[in-house]
Nanobody
Framework: VQLQASGGGLVQAGGSLRLSCAGS????????VGWYRQAPGKQRDLVAR???????NYADSVKGRFTISRDNAKNTVCLQMTSLKPEDTGVYYC???????????????WGQGTLVTVSS
């Protein structure tokens, strides 16, 4: 199973982008889904998470600016990004996530991410 991210692009600081993660209803309905960001030269970090029950959670760096949501009709999980900053630049990936007692871990092999570049 691989989840495919799309919707990235080049945007000026302060702008907005909407990313989409394509999967299947069977996967999304039973799993937490997360959006990760990998900035150039840095590790991949979880920035937003949507539980199968509907709750959401965000990294402090994106709280108040990013919104994760599910579109069950389209079997997608979206990440609406507003007030973008240059430090939001990176490749964004989506994956199902599972809590191992200490950390949230990606469940499936990584699919192709989508590049977001925010210019100052």
């Amino acid at each position: 199973v691989q989840l495919q991210a799309s919707g990235g692009g080049l945007v000026q600081a302060g702008g907005s982008l909407r990313l989409s993660c394509a999967g299947s209803r069977s996967i999304f309905s039973i799993n937490n889904v997360g959006w990760y960001r990998q900035a150039p030269g840095k590790q991949r970090d979880l920035v937003a998470r949507h539980s199968s029950a509907g709750s959401t959670n965000y990294a402090d760096s994106v709280k108040g600016r990013f919104t994760i949501s599910r579109d069950n009709a389209k079997n997608t999980v979206c990440l609406q990004m507003t007030s973008l900053k240059p430090e939001d630049t990176g490749v964004y990936y989506c994956n199902c996530v599972i809590y191992d007692g200490a950390y949230w871990r990606a469940l499936y092999p990584w699919g192709q991410g989508t590049l977001v570049t925010v210019s100052s």
